[in-house]
């Protein structure tokens, strides 16, 4: 018997009873459907997270507040605020050539209002020097200035979600919002960020850092200096430039008491990458079990199909079928089933990540539908092998006498 009459016969095997094939092809689509898009999602997650902190400035650097070293270490039992005074201290072009600017950040949660709506929102006091930084740029109106900040004035710059929600088509420019009790006059709009999952970054008002102080904060500690160096290239000397002035300023004897953090974007960015890529990785393999299980059902129908079809199989090897070519007719069913549930499988995924899915726009790697495909191809060669080899191994004589 040549190949063709193998793959001619294996064909009508797979045809002879439509609904179990059906249900088979099923647990293979299931399976790989569910690997390409899991991956899809995790990498989607992965970039729009990156993305994000882009969004802040790749040459930036946040100093946040609060004491990072392990318990007892360095023996310290005071801790110092971060000042107004520490953001000024750091530009300094003699101490720190590096930095470009710093801007100092405080933040606060408030209910702003517009004739009668309202919407909760975060409100962000800091300098002028911040839209650059964080790569902010204006949509429409100013941003604030340096007299802003000196005189206090009550004037804000809105994210585009805060625009959508308290002013829907109205023009917010020179309109006046009440937040927190205290009203504040429109000045500018910010360009869209974005959303990337459950994360926001145009729900956002920023304000002179005086008047969020004096109106919703009150004068303590800051919440993060913002600080933006010359270029990405200079990211680690500026951090070690930032880490003398404070260290001096704040009376660090211990660098593992520091009272203060310096987050490094780059670094930040490498962290969530890499963290990234073992969610999606776990993903993957959780994904992956469901293939393995569409596999499994590819030996139990074939082991059925052999019970089914043993006197048939007696009756073409008492007329001279090769073992071969028992064996070749079941693989090819085997193997025909896993083509078309792969194919199915990515089709479905293909048609699935053009949707969001919880928040996130899934990427789909080209890696994970050819792993994908392949598997399923070589799980229909592995799991038919056995029902193939068990339906080869029968003796005619025995393959007659069944009923």
């Known amino acids: 018997m040549n190949l063709l009459e193998t793959l001619l016969i294996g064909l009508r095997g797979v045809t002879a009873n439509r609904l179990r094939s059906g249900l088979t092809v099923l647990g293979i689509l299931i399976g790989v459907a569910a690997v390409i898009v899991l991956v899809a999602v995790g990498n989607g997650s992965s970039l729009a997270v990156t993305q994000s902190i882009e969004k802040l400035g790749t040459n930036t650097l946040t100093i946040r507040h609060g004491t990072f070293g392990p318990p007892g270490s360095g023996g310290r039992t005071q801790f110092k605020d971060l000042t107004v005074a520490d953001a000024t201290a750091l530009v300094d072009d003699a101490l720190a050539p590096d930095v470009l600017s710093a801007s100092p950040v405080v933040s606060a949660q408030a209910t702003c209002t517009y004739e009668g709506t309202s919407y909760d929102t975060s409100v962000t006091g800091t300098w002028p020097s911040y839209f650059e930084a964080s790569n902010s740029a204006i949509a429409s109106g100013t941003y604030f200035v340096n007299d802003d900040v000196v005189n206090s004035r009550r004037t804000v710059v809105l994210g585009q979600t805060v625009v959508d929600e308290l002013f829907g088509t109205v023009d917010p420019l020179g309109a006046e919002i009440v937040c927190g009790g205290t009203p504040f006059t429109v000045t500018g709009v910010l360009e869209s960020k974005g959303s990337s999952g459950f994360s926001d970054s145009d729900d956002v008002i920023v304000a002179p850092l005086t008047a969020v102080q004096s109106h919703l904060t009150g004068y303590g500690s800051l919440d993060t200096i913002l600080v933006q160096t010359v270029s990405?290239?200079?990211?680690?000397?500026?951090?070690?430039?930032?880490?003398?002035?404070?260290?001096?300023?704040?009376?660090?004897?211990?660098?593992?008491?520091?009272?203060?953090?310096?987050?490094?974007?780059?670094?930040?960015?490498?962290?969530?990458?890499?963290?990234?890529?073992?969610?999606?990785?776990?993903?993957?393999?959780?994904?992956?079990?469901?293939?393995?299980?569409?596999?499994?059902?590819?030996?139990?129908?074939?082991?059925?199909?052999?019970?089914?079809?043993?006197?048939?199989?007696?009756?073409?090897?008492?007329?001279?079928?090769?073992?071969?070519?028992?064996?070749?007719?079941?693989?090819?069913?085997?193997?025909?089933?896993?083509?078309?549930?792969?194919?199915?499988?990515?089709?479905?995924?293909?048609?699935?990540?053009?949707?969001?899915?919880?928040?996130?726009?899934?990427?789909?790697?080209p890696l994970s539908v050819i792993g994908a495909f392949g598997v399923s191809v070589a799980l229909g060669l592995f799991f038919g092998s056995y029902p193939a080899n068990r339906a080869a191994s029968l003796r005619p004589i025995e393959a007659l006498r069944h009923e």
Not at 306 to 333: D, N, P, Y
Not at 343 to 352: D, I, R, W
Request: negative net charge; aromatic residues 4%; charged residues 15%.
């Open 232 to 365: 990405a290239d200079v990211q680690d000397a500026a951090q070690s430039e930032v880490y003398a002035i404070l260290d001096d300023r704040h009376d660090t004897t211990d660098t593992s008491s520091r009272d203060y953090q310096v987050l490094n974007q780059a670094s930040l960015i490498s962290t969530v990458e890499d963290t990234s890529q073992v969610f999606t990785v776990l993903l993957g393999a959780v994904a992956a079990i469901s293939l393995l299980v569409g596999g499994i059902g590819i030996t139990n129908i074939m082991l059925v199909t052999v019970t089914e079809r043993t006197r048939e199989i007696g009756i073409r090897k008492a007329i001279g079928a090769s073992k071969a070519a028992i064996m070749g007719q079941f693989l090819v069913e085997a193997t025909v089933l896993s083509i078309i549930g792969g194919v199915l499988g990515v089709v479905v995924a293909v048609v699935v990540t053009r949707f969001q899915i919880a928040g996130t726009t899934p990427v789909i790697l």
